[in-house]
């Protein structure tokens, strides 16, 4: 009894201990630029390109799912040598340029200072701002991994089952709330392509005009693509869940949602409230961005977000 008190004790300082370095204006003191060059680089990109949000959203769930908050996702691929980058559902994630100028004009005023996984973090949450979403602070301090192996990547794909993707997010110490929250707010914006929900087109639930419609665009050729929500594509708000209720969904983990039993609750909660939802959204990404980061003098800080500092 006593040593499993004394391993329960150790837990809890060690933990701690880690989330403790990240903390709010970690760069004040270092690089007091940080945020202005973050949120410059991103309002410019947003301008010319609103889908960013959708990319960005998908770039921070993609690494933190895997071995955590660490930029693993950027690091490239190399003969002999893969990474996460080029794995699975990781082939399409995009929006690494517009990381790779922030950490070029980081690099010319604070070289060596500001982590890939807080500007993606950043990157993120300025990018969700722009794009009608909750404005949120969050604490920085994360530094990049030392790994990326795709034997690594596990993502729950758009088929999974509610009870499957509970488990999935339960693992990374999320809540059934939390996942409705970003499964939800990240399908607010971006598209899927035709291939991906074939099998929501052949579910005879699904809204029949909204079926017919997607059937039209999908019979062209080169696997197009279409709005995840077909309300409000480039805005991140509460249209998808009312979507979802009425069998608009395009996803199949969307749909699923809205009627199993350990989710629909949140789902009509968030249909009928823009304003809880903004709440929880903001919540669960500074939630998600917590997840598996590595502090203090663990991993690096890269000089390049797509390669070790080793040359690796």
Partial sequence: MKSITALFLLFCFLVPSALAQLKFAFYGPSCHRTGSIISSVVAERFRRDPSITA???RMQFHDCFVTGCDASLLIDPRPGRPSEKSTGPN????????????????????????SCADI????????????GGPSFLIKTGRRDGLRSNPADVNLPG????????????????????????????????????????QDRLNDP???RS??????????APNDPSVFLDQRTPFVVDNAIFGEMQRQRAVMRIDSNLAFDGATRGIVSSFAQSNSLFRQRF???MEKMGTIGVLTGRAGEIRRNCRVFNNGR
């Fill in 120 to 131: 993606v973090a950043l990157a993120t949450r300025d990018a969700i701002k722009l794009a």
């Fill in 91 to 114: 082939a399409s994630v995009r929006g690494y340029e517009v990381i790779d100028e922030i950490k070029r004009q980081l690099e010319a005023v604070c070289p060596g200072i500001v």
């Fill in 158 to 197: 758009p088929t999974i089952p509610v009870s499957a993707s509970i488990q999935a997010f339960a693992a990374k110490g999320m809540s059934v709330n939390d996942m409705v929250t970003l499964i939800g707010g990240g399908h607010s914006v971006g598209s899927i392509h035709c291939s991906l929900f």
């Fill in 205 to 207: 639930a699904m809204d």
């Fill in 282 to 284: 903001a919540q669960a």
């Fill in 210 to 219: 909204l079926n017919a419609q997607l059937r039209n665009t999908c019979r």
């Fill in 55 to 57: 990319a960005l959203l």
